[in-house]
């Protein structure tokens, strides 16, 4: 365990080095002044100047670069321009919507993708599994950002039963939540469903069914448990791609959280924040494939995380 935990930090640092990297090129090399967006147009030469070297962006590249990577490890992004704090302060600030709408998203997703996988997986090829399976393809090949604005239309202006917009009560958040949620829905049935049909034909079931056990002690004792496996590696995999796909969801629905604030600091070329906010989302995305191989190796003891021999 040691080794693999080792391994993958080691892994993790890389690939956060990389992220940070990937983030400084394409925002200094991307068009446009973050100086001239800051001070607007009517601004004079020397006060773009001005505004330029106290933000160092007339140094050497190179120079800019080592420095911004130290301030990365101090987790220190400088001052946004925009909100006039610290830019790790803004995005914290906002990261508890998002982790919020994520994670409601998440149980969501997990709920009702388990239970189509076990209505389509205990008779596979019947009608049900047939109908099931037609139905997660399509909810898969819906965009998100599109049901969202059907969600707008339907249940916020012509029902009028739901908030269109903004947060600060339950109601809010329900219909980012089950947006975000859709895609996820579709992948936790498909993978549930196939592990689900698997197990139902494996040895040990049929033991089980010989001693006399319920179909409902068969399935949440011997297959569920073989079958959550995969599920857990997707839900740690995808719960990084949510957080992703909040940034769209979050723009759509107004959500105050991060996807939203990222957005607006893109579009202001405010760099302390988007760079903060990127790292943030790469820490969690890495967290969160760490600790679903843990999980996967606490449910499933064939998976060895021990050094090789």
Same mark, same amino acid.
């Given at each position: 365990m040691t080794y693999y935990l080792v391994k993958r930090l080691?892994?993790?640092? /890389?690939?956060?080095?990389?992220?940070?990297?990937?983030v400084f090129v394409v925002i200094r090399f991307a068009p446009g002044d973050q100086a001239t967006v800051a001070l607007g147009p009517d601004a004079t030469v020397e006060q773009v100047e001005a505004l330029r070297h106290s933000l160092g962006l007339d140094r050497p590249l190179l120079v800019q670069y080592f420095s911004y990577l130290g301030d990365v490890a101090a987790l220190d992004f400088g001052e946004s321009y925009r909100y006039g704090r610290p830019a790790m302060q803004a995005v914290l600030e906002r990261f508890p919507a998002t982790?919020?709408?994520?994670?409601?998203?998440?149980?969501?997703? @997990?709920?009702?993708?388990?239970?189509?996988?076990? /209505?389509?997986?205990?008779?596979?090829?019947?009608?049900?599994?047939?109908?099931? +399976?037609?139905?997660?393809?399509?909810?898969?090949? #819906? !965009?998100p950002f599109w049901v969202g604005i059907m969600f707008?239309?339907?249940f916020a202006l012509q029902f009028r039963?739901? !908030? +269109?917009?903004?947060?600060?009560?339950?109601?809010?958040?329900? @219909?980012?939540?089950?947006?975000?949620?859709?895609?996820?829905t579709a992948l936790v049935a498909r993978i549930s469903r196939s592990g689900i049909a698997e197990a139902m034909g494996e040895a040990y079931v049929q033991t089980a069914r010989s001693k006399g056990l319920t179909e409902r002690s068969v399935l949440s004792g011997h297959v569920l448990k073989n079958s959550l496996i995969p599920v857990v590696t997707v839900v740690g995999l995808q719960l990084g791609n949510l957080l992703g796909g909040a940034v769209v969801i979050e723009t759509v629905f107004a959500w105050p959280g991060l996807g939203s604030l990222l957005v607006s600091? #893109?579009?202001?070329?405010?760099?302390? #924040?988007?760079?903060?906010?990127?790292?943030?989302?790469?820490?969690? #995305?890495?967290?969160?494939? @760490?600790t679903a191989d843990i999980v996967n190796a606490k449910l499933d003891p064939r998976i060895r995380l021990e050094a090789p021999r």
């Open positions: 080691a892994i993790g640092l /890389l690939t956060i080095w990389g992220v940070v990297t990937a982790v919020t709408l994520t994670l409601t998203a998440t149980v969501i997703a @997990l709920i009702a993708g388990l239970l189509l996988g076990v /209505l389509a997986g205990q008779r596979p090829g019947s009608l049900l599994d047939r109908a099931v +399976s037609t139905f997660t393809l399509g909810l898969q090949a #819906v !965009p707008i239309l339907v039963m739901l !908030p +269109s917009a903004g947060g600060g009560s339950p109601a809010h958040l329900v @219909l980012p939540a089950v947006t975000l949620s859709i895609p996820f600091a #893109v579009g202001n070329r405010d760099f302390a #924040v988007v760079q903060a906010a990127t790292v943030l989302i790469a820490l969690c #995305v890495i967290v969160l494939n @760490l």
